[in-house]
T-cell receptor, first 114, second 114 residues
């Protein structure tokens, strides 16, 4: 079974802080993704990574950056946290081997910015 | 601009009956569609998918139907069980680029009553 692990289930930070959310997958997947989930808006893609050291902006990248120095780890960085970044953050990974493989998700980090 | 829409925020059905969850999309480039199920405090889990070359895909109690001309897909659960109570997200992707990037709907909360 694919295991996607997010470092924290719950996190509380203050406005203006730099926040790091970590995600690790154990299946040697090439692709990794960061989403945020908000009520009534579904899952929205923040950033994704094709492979190590590669990254692309998703639909809502403003205020975020990412880092992928190793294949198994994909970090989401909130450069200067703001209250509108309070949300559930979900990481996912996917293999490119085989046709149309689904994404596999971690359990999420509920982040509150005060 | 919401490219994937789930217009029903919630659905309630009786145990043993059929649950039908609907999803509409606007982008004609989408050619692969997925359904995910999400329990509270867990990440979404992949349920079933369908390629645009098919109009139906079945997996046990779950069947997905695709109507390309109407840009509409639906998930049927028969028979519904209380353990099916969860939030269901439909998602779509386009094969161009094979990035695995998904566009998600807003989600429908299904409640199956015993």
């Amino acid at each position: 079974d694919v295991k996607v692990t997010q470092s924290s289930r719950y996190l509380v930070k203050r406005t203006g802080e730099k926040v790091f959310l970590e995600c690790v997958q154990d299946m040697d997947h090439e692709n990794m993704f960061w989403y945020r989930q908000d009520p009534g808006l579904g899952l929205r893609l923040i950033y994704f990574s094709y492979d190590v050291k590669m990254k692309e902006k998703g639909d809502i990248p403003e205020g975020y950056s990412v880092s992928r120095e190793k294949k198994e780890r994909f970090s989401l960085i909130l450069e200067s946290a703001s209250t509108n970044q309070t949300s559930m953050y979900l990481c996912a990974s996917r293999t490119t081997q085989g046709y149309r493989q689904p994404q596999h998700f971690g359990d999420g980090t509920r982040l509150s910015i005060l | 601009d919401q490219q994937v829409k789930q217009n029903s925020p919630s659905l309630s059905v009786q145990e043993g009956r059929i649950s039908i969850l609907n999803c509409d999309y606007t982008n004609s480039m989408f050619d692969y569609f997925l359904w995910y199920k999400k329990y509270p405090a867990e990440g979404p889990t992949f349920l079933i998918s369908i390629s645009s070359i098919k109009d139906k895909n079945e997996d046990g109690r779950f069947t997905v139907f695709l109507n390309k001309s109407a840009k509409h897909l639906s998930l049927h659960i028969v028979p519904s069980q209380p353990g099916d109570s969860a939030v269901y997200f439909c998602a779509a992707s386009a094969s161009s680029g094979n990035t695995g990037k998904l566009i998600f709907g807003q989600g429908t909360t299904l409640q199956v009553k015993p």
